[in-house]
């Protein structure tokens, strides 16, 4: 999940491996030990992850009686998830406060466009799957695109076959597990016109996410930091009303609480939206419209 760098300034991952299986204490330790290098720890994890895991993050966080440790499971397959945190690990070394940074990933998920080509979806039940796409998973030779984020979308392969991309400029990195296919290189970048295509490791999550070791995962994203930090910085900054920490949304990512005048305004069962907009004057990067969704 530690991508490698995207610049020289990216920030480095510290990586929490082994919590569902090393004493709790150790967990408790290693999480003091960053708190008290850096004064706030965002930990992203994936929905694939072991439960035992998550409840050990949990469990330190109760702990440790911190407000300082964000927890942000976002609804992102596992290489669309290592670029958020990579990401996020860019906008480290610029000028955002904790509260800033940890809550601008709920609005850097919004533009990661992450999906898979699978060789079966009989076990694939984190996205809707009719049952006729069930029956021709069984098919020899059968191959299924599929776009987990931001709108799900399944497609049984074809010749001219693709899925609905990005409408602004991205780089994508591409991960292959055991199948065997150009298609994500030859056909899927090129109608993404993706401007940069760059292979990764496939992360150890993925095989349970999709259901299947024969897949190519791949992520659509934003790559530049100067887009990223005017992204960011375009939405405008509230003050966590509980703990005091700046924020981007209505909603704090350490805290949990939610703003008083989103909840007057909205109501339980509706949500607002903070929009900004972004202008570089690079052909890489045109005017982005986007949307913060709330809670």
């Known amino acids: ?35 008290d290098q850096y004064g706030h720890v965002v930990v992203v994890y994936s929905a694939a992850v072991p ?3 998550e409840r050990r993050l949990h469990t330190v966080r109760s702990l440790l009686e911190s407000d300082r440790i964000a927890l942000f499971r976002p609804d992102l397959p596992p290489l669309g998830l290592a670029v958020l945190a990579r990401q996020l690990r860019q906008l480290a070394s610029c000028d ?6 940890g809550s601008a990933a709920r609005l850097l998920t919004h533009y990661i466009h992450a999906g898979a080509l699978l060789g079966s979806v009989a076990k694939l039940d984190r996205l809707p799957v009719s049952l006729k796409s069930h029956a021709k998973s069984w098919v020899p030779g059968s191959q299924f695109g599929v776009l987990a984020h931001p709108q799900p979308q399944l497609v049984r392969m074809a010749p001219g076959v693709t899925l609905p991309g990005p409408e602004f400029a991205t780089s994508m990195l591409v991960a292959k597990g055991q199948l065997q296919s150009d298609w994500v290189t030859a056909t899927l970048a090129p109608a993404w016109k993706a401007q940069g295509l760059r292979e990764a490791v496939l992360p150890a999550e993925s095989q349970e996410w999709w259901g299947t070791g024969k897949v190519i995962e791949f992520a659509s994203f934003l790559p530049d930091l100067s887009v990223l930090y005017q992204l960011v910085t375009s939405v405008r900054q509230n003050i966590c009303h509980w703990c005091g920490i700046e924020l981007i949304g ?3 990512v350490f805290c949990s609480a ?13 949500t607002t939206a903070a929009t900004a907009a972004v202008n570089t004057s690079t052909t890489a990067s045109p005017r982005y419209q986007h949307q913060l969704p709330a809670g």
């Open 1 to 35: 999940m530690a991508l490698p760098p995207q610049d020289d300034r990216t920030m480095p991952a510290a990586v929490l491996a082994d919590l569902d299986s090393q004493p709790l204490e150790h967990s408790l330790a290693a999480m003091q030990v960053l708190l």
């Open 96 to 101: 955002l406060s904790p509260g800033v940074l």
């Open 250 to 252: 209505d909603r704090c």
């Open 51 to 53: 439960k035992a895991v």
């Open 258 to 270: 939610t703003s008083p005048a989103a909840q007057a305004t909205t109501g339980p069962s509706t």
